[in-house]
């Protein structure tokens, strides 16, 4: 999730998700915890408990999301858009490949990313290729397995 230098690209949007869940985590997900692993110490001898195995292993993994999502947080970079013409971390761009097909994409940082929701991806092979383009450029896009270009119809 960490980006270059350690920078994680964020929207006001996407901070806010990982505060949300960071309170979550330190509140109800460690209450949650603690009372596994206290119905799990009711068993009786822990040396040979699985479920008491399972509490601890889902605290240990609690812990490292709450390191992790405060890490983030310490190093995000709030996505703010300073030029509209050209394409950065928050634009929205709409692009036409080689067959005339058009899709718009919105570049985020990777933690936000979802190509399901085209919500790609700063350091993805599309994202980075558009980074710093406006429109009527057109790119090329290398990925492991193609090459193609695409044309920026629009930037917002």
């Given at each position: 999730m960490?980006?270059?230098n350690n920078v994680v690209y964020l929207t006001k949007?996407?901070?806010a998700e990982l505060e949300s869940r960071l309170k979550y985590l330190k509140s109800e997900g460690i209450m949650d915890v603690a009372h596994k692993l206290d119905v799990a110490r009711?068993?009786?001898d822990i040396s040979e408990n699985s479920e008491y195995d399972a509490a601890r292993e889902?605290?240990?993994q609690l812990h490292m999301e709450i390191m992790k999502i405060e890490n983030q947080l310490r190093n995000a970079k709030i996505i703010s858009k300073t030029?509209?013409?050209?394409v950065n971390v928050g634009s929205t761009v709409v692009v036409e490949d080689e067959y005339g097909e058009q899709d718009t994409y919105k570049i985020t940082g990777s933690f936000e990313a979802d190509p399901?929701?085209?919500?790609?991806?700063?350091?993805?092979?599309?994202?980075?290729?558009?980074i710093g383009a406006s429109k009527g450029d057109t790119v090329?896009?290398?990925t492991a397995t193609?090459?193609?270009?695409?044309?920026?119809?629009?930037?917002?």
């Open positions: 960490l980006e270059n949007e996407g901070y009711s068993y009786g889902e605290e240990a030029r509209s013409d050209v399901t929701k085209n919500l790609i991806s700063n350091e993805s092979p599309i994202g980075k290729a558009l090329g896009v290398k193609s090459s193609f270009e695409l044309k920026v119809i629009s930037v917002k």
